[in-house]
Nanobody, 114 residues
């Protein structure tokens, strides 16, 4: 099982990006899919998740700006990021809970310039 993250890049403050995480298998197999991020010199932190019934959760710092969603046909998890701030600069990682195992994708770098 592999997760492939994409969509990172350089954006100005206030801009938007949409990250994608494509799975090599049906995402119906996953109980939960999540986005995490790791800023330079900091620990990896939770950003958002979506569980099998569609319920979502967000860290307080991104509520109202980020939206997590998934496309079950394309087997892809998304993170729509609006009103980006310099503090959002980080490598973003997706993961998926597959049975008792958590699978991580490679990171995609988001840089927000002021």
């Amino acid at each position: 099982v592999q997760l492939q993250a994409s969509g990172g890049g350089l954006v100005q403050v206030g801009g938007s990006l949409r990250l994608a995480c494509t799975s090599s298998i049906s995402i119906f197999s996953f109980k939960r899919m999540s986005w995490y991020r790791q800023a330079p010199g900091k620990q990896r932190e939770y950003v958002a998740d979506i569980i099998a019934d569609g319920n979502t959760g967000y860290v307080d710092s991104v509520k109202g700006r980020f939206t997590i969603s998934r496309d079950n046909i394309k087997n892809t998890l998304f993170l729509q990021m609006n009103s980006l701030e310099p503090e959002d600069t980080a490598v973003y990682y997706c993961n998926a809970a597959y049975g008792t195992v958590v699978i991580w994708g490679q990171g995609t770098l988001v840089t927000v310039s002021s």
